[in-house]
């Protein structure tokens, strides 16, 4: 497969580029450790990864990171799994996310934002104080390092707090959503055992107050080894029977007491969408999610003590863990607590505004759906502020960095970013010295060894392949909870291809090093024995007007045969008439191939999700080979169990 696309989109004017945080790192490192001087990122990306050593050394000490104890070495065993990063070194991730406290008191560390969408600023010094206090209490409360320390709770000021006291003391930290249902929650904490756990009585989302005492009943029930827990009235109502209470907690004036830990100590566990069996618990250490973040938001984002960052998120996607990193580049964080669509579909354009946001991180869905509902981000709000927009979540269609350009800035710089949970990172995206090309990534991150590889692992270039990663990285988990032997984590990315990580998403890796993601790997569509990936027929078929989300399938067949439905959800109003039927055919044959048509069109009442909102395709896959729901779904980690029902009688109906 070939990626035309001859003009870039953007291009950062020579001013934006000596400004950039990444080019003033080449150039240091090329005076203090041996990188290139010349040759531009490409040459950096090329040296990072043949110098790993090197470049992390680097980083750690251009971003001034504070070892109380130093480190023996850079890399102690290189493999995968199991790379040792910085032994010997300890820190403390919190005390780098404070540091910002001791040059800039009494500026905004976080604006919080709820559906009124007035903002309201907390100090660094304030932050600082809340987190000292906290953290007194949590070790009154004999809560230790490793430790678990769990938080059901929106995306609030209360929720860093707890997060980063959890850090200063060296406890574990892990968090659910409160839309996430008990069993939901159940499925992720009693894994971990936690000790103590935050909770709000509700949250307010679309306009409406969500009462959630009942799940807080059944948590602190089903969640035998809790010690303490701190009740947080979002709703204004009284703290249960034995919950103690937040303001008590943090109403004191002390400097926190950061625990110095060793660099692979657990930060946090962060849990995979568990859509089929119980969801991965995975965790990450504090010295390797610092370092990479540095890299990712001080060097690709190019955040700095002069930015607002706003990303979309709940506290049950990593983009919560992420956005809260901020902090580390002293950057001002936007919390945004409430419905991504209200009062309407702008709404989070509005929030960008209100904040003066620089940088703005959003879903592919989210855009598409502007797109859709006739939204003029830059007619109806004032985003001079805003100097880039990110997405992820799933790959951006083409149209949408096209509708981004056209609707918000024609100079806006469009990062379309890849990683996952499972590395709390980017394997490929935002480089803020490189052109945008609509439909790709503008290239894989600094230390990460993004390749394009084909069943018989040769690497490929302007050809799909499997996205693997040839070198560890530092925030790759150090392991799953409750896997003695490794063996999970070892299945999960590492038995396709000995000692290299496969992510499971199909890829181009353009020939000017650009990156084209296609959609998972693990539900790929067969036609022919030509493979491809379903985030290709997604946005071909979702720029009809008549279609608001579709889903793909294809199903190997008993007798040899493959079956290829594609599920189509209607935006209220529209018929799927031959009309129809005939234009989402030639869409497809026309922008695609012939072969990419499906064998049949359905419409469906709606598509159903992870709780995170990624569209699922593998269990819905198994329900139609005729697997009973239970053993095809975890029903906790859907957020509409209804709409699998009609997946499931269809499959009843075929057979």
């Given at each position: 497969m070939s990626i035309v696309n001859p003009q870039p989109l953007w291009q950062p004017d020579p001013q934006h580029i000596a400004r950039a945080q990444v080019t003033r790192f080449q150039a240091w490192?090329?005076?203090?450790?041996?990188?290139?001087?010349?040759?531009?990122?490409?040459?950096?990306?090329?040296?990072?990864?043949?110098?790993?050593?090197?470049?992390?050394?680097?980083?750690?000490?251009?971003?001034?990171?504070?070892?109380?104890?130093?480190?023996?070495?850079?890399?102690?065993?290189?493999?995968?799994?199991?790379?040792?990063?910085?032994?010997?070194?300890?820190?403390?991730?919190?005390?780098?996310?404070?540091?910002?406290?001791?040059?800039?008191?009494?500026?905004?560390?976080?604006?919080?934002?709820?559906?009124?969408?007035?903002?309201?600023?907390?100090?660094?010094?304030?932050?600082?104080?809340?987190?000292?206090?906290?953290?007194?209490?949590?070790?009154?409360?004999?809560?230790?390092?490793?430790?678990?320390?769990?938080?059901?709770?929106?995306?609030?000021?209360?929720?860093?707090?707890?997060?980063?006291?959890?850090?200063?003391?060296?406890?574990?930290?892990?968090?659910?959503?409160?839309?996430?249902?008990?069993?939901?929650?159940?499925?992720?904490?009693?894994?971990?055992?936690?000790?103590?756990?935050?909770?709000?009585?509700?949250?307010?989302?679309?306009?409406?107050?969500?009462?959630?005492?009942?799940?807080?009943?059944?948590?602190?029930?089903?969640?035998?080894?809790?010690?303490?827990v701190v009740h947080i009235p979002v709703l204004g109502s009284e703290a249960p029977e034995g919950a103690l209470e937040w303001s008590t907690l943090t109403a004191a004036d002390v400097a926190p007491v950061f625990e110095q830990v060793p660099f692979d100590h657990p930060l946090w566990v962060l849990y995979s969408s568990g859509t089929t069996g119980l969801p991965k618990a995975i965790v990450q250490s504090q010295g390797g999610i610092l370092v990479e973040h540095l890299k990712q938001l001080g060097l690709h984002c190019d955040l700095g003590p002069e930015d607002r960052f706003f990303w979309y998120t709940s506290t049950g996607w990593m983009m919560w863990n992420f956005l809260v990193s901020g902090l580390l580049t002293g950057t001002t964080i936007v919390l945004y607590d409430g419905s991504p669509g209200y009062p309407d579909t702008g709404a989070q354009w509005r929030v960008a505004e209100r904040t003066e946001a620089t940088l703005y991180g959003t879903s592919a869905a989210y855009v598409m759906a502007c797109r859709k509902a006739d939204v003029h981000p830059a007619r109806d709000f004032d985003l001079t502020k805003v100097q880039c927009v990110a997405t992820t979540g799933s790959p951006l269609p083409p149209d949408g960095f096209r509708w981004l350009h056209d609707e918000v800035r024609d100079d806006l710089w469009i990062a379309s970013v890849s990683g996952g949970t499972d590395v709390c990172s980017c394997f490929a995206g935002a480089v803020p010295t490189l052109p945008v090309f609509v439909g790709e990534l503008q290239a894989p991150g600094l230390g990460t060894d993004l390749q394009s590889w084909d069943p018989s692992g040769k690497p490929v270039i302007d050809e799909v392949g499997e996205l693997v990663v040839t070198n560890p990285m530092p925030s790759m988990p150090i392991y799953f909870w409750n896997d003695?032997?490794?063996?999970?984590?070892?299945?999960?990315?590492?038995?396709?291809?000995?000692?290299?990580?496969?992510?499971?998403?199909?890829?181009?890796?353009?020939?000017?090093?650009?990156?084209?993601?296609?959609?998972?790997?693990?539900?790929?569509?067969?036609?022919?024995?030509?493979?491809?990936?379903?985030?290709?027929?997604?946005?071909?078929?979702?720029?009809?007007?008549?279609?608001?989300?579709?889903?793909?399938?294809?199903?190997?067949?008993?007798?040899?045969?493959?079956?290829?439905?594609?599920?189509?959800?209607?935006?209220?109003?529209?018929?799927?008439?031959?009309?129809?039927?005939?234009?989402?055919?030639?869409?497809?044959?026309?922008?695609?191939?012939?072969?990419?048509?499906?064998?049949?069109?359905?419409?469906?009442?709606?598509?159903?999700?992870?709780?995170?909102?990624?569209?699922?395709?593998?269990?819905?896959?198994?329900?139609?080979?005729?697997?009973?729901?239970?053993?095809?779904?975890?029903?906790?980690?859907?957020?509409?169990?209804?709409?699998?029902?009609?997946?499931?009688?269809?499959?009843?109906?075929?057979?």
């Amino acid at each position: 497969m070939s990626i035309v696309n001859p003009q870039p989109l953007w291009q950062p004017d020579p001013q934006h580029i000596a400004r950039a945080q990444v080019t003033r790192f080449q150039a240091w490192a090329a005076e203090n450790h041996g990188a290139p001087a010349n040759g531009g990122y490409a040459a950096l990306h090329r040296w990072s990864v043949d110098e790993l050593d090197t470049f992390w050394k680097a980083l750690t000490e251009w971003f001034d990171v504070r070892f109380s104890t130093p480190y023996a070495r850079v890399l102690g065993d290189r493999s995968m799994p199991g790379a040792q990063w910085f032994p010997g070194a300890t820190l403390n991730y919190a005390e780098h996310a404070l540091r910002a406290a001791e040059t800039r008191a009494a500026e905004p560390a976080l604006l919080h934002v709820d559906e009124t969408h007035e903002p309201r600023p907390v100090t660094w010094s304030e932050l600082r104080r809340q987190v000292g206090s906290l953290a007194a209490e949590l070790r009154a409360l004999g809560v230790r390092p490793g430790d678990r320390v769990s938080g059901y709770l929106p995306n609030i000021p209360q929720a860093v707090v707890a997060l980063l006291a959890t850090a200063a003391v060296g406890g574990v930290w892990t968090s659910c959503a409160p839309d996430f249902g008990a069993r939901s929650v159940l499925d992720r904490f009693q894994q971990v055992e936690p000790v103590v756990l935050f909770t709000v009585d509700g949250y307010r989302y679309g306009g409406k107050e969500h009462d959630r005492r009942d799940v807080v009943t059944e948590l602190r029930r089903e969640l035998p080894t809790l010690r303490a827990v701190v009740h947080i009235p979002v709703l204004g109502s009284e703290a249960p029977e034995g919950a103690l209470e937040w303001s008590t907690l943090t109403a004191a004036d002390v400097a926190p007491v950061f625990e110095q830990v060793p660099f692979d100590h657990p930060l946090w566990v962060l849990y995979s969408s568990g859509t089929t069996g119980l969801p991965k618990a995975i965790v990450q250490s504090q010295g390797g999610i610092l370092v990479e973040h540095l890299k990712q938001l001080g060097l690709h984002c190019d955040l700095g003590p002069e930015d607002r960052f706003f990303w979309y998120t709940s506290t049950g996607w990593m983009m919560w863990n992420f956005l809260v990193s901020g902090l580390l580049t002293g950057t001002t964080i936007v919390l945004y607590d409430g419905s991504p669509g209200y009062p309407d579909t702008g709404a989070q354009w509005r929030v960008a505004e209100r904040t003066e946001a620089t940088l703005y991180g959003t879903s592919a869905a989210y855009v598409m759906a502007c797109r859709k509902a006739d939204v003029h981000p830059a007619r109806d709000f004032d985003l001079t502020k805003v100097q880039c927009v990110a997405t992820t979540g799933s790959p951006l269609p083409p149209d949408g960095f096209r509708w981004l350009h056209d609707e918000v800035r024609d100079d806006l710089w469009i990062a379309s970013v890849s990683g996952g949970t499972d590395v709390c990172s980017c394997f490929a995206g935002a480089v803020p010295t490189l052109p945008v090309f609509v439909g790709e990534l503008q290239a894989p991150g600094l230390g990460t060894d993004l390749q394009s590889w084909d069943p018989s692992g040769k690497p490929v270039i302007d050809e799909v392949g499997e996205l693997v990663v040839t070198n560890p990285m530092p925030s790759m988990p150090i392991y799953f909870w409750n896997d003695p032997d490794g063996s999970r984590y070892h299945d999960s990315y590492f038995d396709t291809y000995p000692g290299v990580w496969r992510h499971g998403d199909w890829i181009t890796v353009t020939s000017r090093g650009s990156v084209v993601i296609h959609g998972r790997s693990d539900s790929t569509l067969n036609r022919q024995g030509v493979r491809m990936g379903s985030a290709d027929i997604y946005e071909a078929v979702e720029r009809l007007p008549e279609i608001k989300e579709s889903l793909v399938i294809g199903i190997e067949q008993p007798d040899g045969g493959y079956w290829m439905p594609l599920f189509v959800h209607l935006v209220p109003g529209a018929t799927l008439d031959e009309a129809l039927l005939g234009r989402i055919k030639q869409t497809i044959r026309e922008q695609l191939s012939p072969r990419h048509v499906p064998d049949e069109i359905i419409e469906v009442p709606g598509v159903p999700h992870t709780l995170t909102g990624k569209r699922i395709e593998v269990p819905v896959k198994r329900l139609l080979q005729g697997t009973p729901l239970e053993k095809a779904v975890n029903p906790g980690s859907i957020d509409n169990l209804d709409l699998l029902h009609f997946y499931e009688e269809l499959a009843r109906k075929r057979d």
